[in-house]
């Protein structure tokens, strides 16, 4: 008994140190927004946006001239084509006609080793020429102000690279209870007080929202340094903060929205491009973080119930020991993933339901590795990637 009152004191210390410490709070409590008053450069840099688009034609109509109409002098957007198969081509030319600074180009067939995405973000950073650029996606809303803020930061902290995490915009609950756990579980594992930190190793960014010093990003070679990674957004950070570069994220509110998924066969399929690809494809790490999460995030709701039930039958002092140390770890955990649920505006009982969440990405990233070893490569936009780029 003693063995298992430690094992699960040492799950409640953690939660309570996560919940203290405050790299795990800097992320909610430095959120750049449309009304956040930084100074202006002496000038403004000319910027060009990438957006590698692929089978897109539903939603470009609503996102692509937000991206144009930036309050941003000489700001150009430059959307490739990645050879879509629906009404893309005909969608981006009515738009085009509406936006000089637009220009679409057709992606060319991906070549060996390379992932759809880095591709055609590659091919749109040829076709720019200027000293900054925002990489962002087709399904991505910005405010007018968005790279102008951006821009305003990098500036004021001297930045090489500032990226932006998404509001996110939800039409079920499942999409909620998913991504808000999703993100709590991102902040713990990468915390922002601690990618923002260039003494910590860690990285971090937001692929829908990258505004990168094209210099700083030449020198790690661009998107062929992560031409193979399905996860390019944080590889990417991580080759910039290693190679030297002054990193940078920040949540918003207003700057930049999406919605990531559609219904819940898009959320699933898109989980599962990232879950196993999270784990850089090795057993090992699947097992451990398959373990790991199921005791640690799933289980502390059964542990207090198993524990007031036990208190309930016994009375005795382990059994009041181990209720009291259970409910404490399911308070700390509410606590953490409270954080998340204000800052995205969910309802206050959203705040019980991480175990649900990481229950479901658990289910996730079982198929997502099931999907790599036997399904015959990760399935995404049409396309099978049998590796971690092939």
Same mark, same amino acid.
């Given at each position: 008994?003693?063995?298992?009152?430690?094992?699960?004191? =040492?799950?409640?210390?953690?939660?309570?140190?996560?919940?203290?410490?405050?790299?795990?709070?800097?992320? &909610?409590?430095?959120?750049? *927004?449309? =009304?956040?008053?930084?100074?202006?450069?002496?000038?403004?840099?000319?910027?060009?946006?990438?957006?590698?688009? #692929?089978?897109?034609? +539903?939603?470009?109509?609503?996102?692509?001239?937000?991206?144009?109409?930036?309050?941003?002098? @000489?700001?150009?957007?430059?959307?490739?084509?990645? /050879?879509?198969? *629906?009404?893309?081509?005909?969608?981006?030319?009515?738009?085009? +006609?509406?936006?000089?600074?637009?220009?679409?180009?057709?992606?060319?067939?991906?070549?060996?080793?390379?992932?759809?995405?880095?591709?055609?973000?590659?091919?749109?950073?040829?076709?720019?020429?200027?000293?900054?650029?925002?990489?962002?996606?087709?399904?991505?809303?910005?405010?007018?102000?968005?790279?102008? /803020?951006?821009?305003?930061?990098?500036?004021?902290?001297?930045?090489?690279?500032?990226?932006?995490?998404?509001?996110?915009?939800?039409?079920?609950?499942?999409?909620?209870?998913?991504?808000?756990?999703?993100?709590?579980?991102? @902040?713990?594992?990468?915390?922002?007080? !601690?990618?923002?930190?260039?003494?910590?190793?860690?990285?971090?960014?937001?692929?829908?929202?990258?505004?990168?010093?094209?210099?700083?990003?030449? !020198?790690?070679?661009?998107? $062929?340094?992560? !031409?193979?990674?399905?996860?390019?957004?944080?590889?990417?950070?991580? +080759?910039? !903060? $290693?190679?030297?570069?002054?990193?940078?994220?920040?949540?918003?509110?207003?700057?930049?929205?999406? #919605?990531?998924?559609?219904?819940?066969?898009?959320?699933?399929?898109?989980?599962? +491009?990232?879950? &196993?690809?999270?784990? $850089?494809? /090795?057993? #090992?790490?699947?097992?451990?973080?398959?373990?790991?999460?199921?005791?640690?995030?799933?289980?502390?709701?059964?542990?207090?119930?198993?524990?007031?039930?036990?208190?309930?039958?016994?009375?005795?002092?382990?059994?009041?020991?181990?209720? =009291?140390?259970?409910?404490?770890?399911?308070?700390?955990?509410?606590?953490?993933?409270?954080?998340?649920?204000?800052?995205?505006?969910?309802?206050?009982?959203?705040?019980?339901?991480?175990?649900?969440?990481? =229950?479901?990405?658990?289910?996730?990233?079982?198929?997502?590795?099931? /999907?790599?070893?036997?399904?015959?490569?990760?399935?995404?936009?049409?396309?099978?990637?049998?590796?971690?780029?092939?």
């Amino acid at each position: 008994m003693i063995v298992i009152l430690i094992i699960v004191g =040492a799950f409640a210390v953690f939660w309570l140190a996560l919940l203290v410490n405050p790299a795990y709070r800097a992320g &909610y409590e430095t959120v750049l *927004d449309a =009304a956040t008053v930084l100074p202006e450069p002496a000038s403004l840099p000319a910027v060009t946006i990438i957006v590698p688009a #692929r089978n897109e034609a +539903k939603i470009m109509p609503e996102t692509v001239p937000t991206l144009c109409a930036q309050d941003y002098p @000489g700001l150009g957007v430059v959307l490739v084509n990645d /050879q879509s198969d *629906d009404d893309s081509a005909a969608v981006l030319a009515a738009i085009g +006609k509406q936006h000089a600074n637009l220009l679409v180009i057709g992606g060319s067939p991906r070549p060996e080793g390379w992932c759809g995405k880095p591709w055609a973000v590659k091919q749109g950073v040829d076709r720019a020429a200027t000293p900054w650029l925002c990489f962002t996606d087709a399904d991505m809303f910005f405010h007018p102000l968005a790279v102008r /803020q951006a821009m305003r930061l990098a500036d004021q902290g001297g930045y090489d690279m500032v990226s932006l995490f998404p509001t996110l915009i939800f039409s079920s609950e499942m999409e909620k209870i998913g991504m808000a756990g999703l993100m709590t579980i991102i @902040g713990l594992i990468m915390p922002p007080g !601690k990618a923002n930190d260039p003494r910590s190793k860690v990285a971090l960014a937001a692929g829908g929202f990258i505004l990168v010093r094209r210099e700083t990003y030449e !020198k790690i070679g661009g998107h $062929e340094a992560v !031409k193979a990674e399905i996860i390019d957004d944080v590889n990417l950070a991580k +080759k910039l !903060k $290693e190679s030297g570069a002054k990193t940078h994220s920040r949540l918003t509110h207003d700057l930049t929205s999406t #919605r990531m998924y559609e219904d819940f066969n898009d959320l699933w399929e898109g989980l599962s +491009k990232n879950a &196993y690809a999270g784990m $850089e494809y /090795q057993p #090992r790490k699947f097992w451990v973080g398959l373990i790991f999460g199921i005791l640690f995030v799933v289980l502390p709701p059964v542990y207090v119930m198993i524990g007031l039930v036990w208190l309930f039958r016994a009375h005795s002092a382990w059994s009041l020991w181990f209720a =009291a140390i259970a409910i404490v770890m399911w308070t700390a955990q509410c606590l953490m993933h409270r954080r998340t649920v204000r800052f995205m505006r969910l309802p206050c009982w959203h705040t019980f339901l991480m175990p649900v969440s990481i =229950a479901l990405y658990c289910a996730i990233a079982s198929h997502s590795a099931w /999907q790599h070893h036997f399904g015959g490569g990760t399935v995404w936009k049409g396309r099978k990637y049998a590796k971690s780029g092939g």
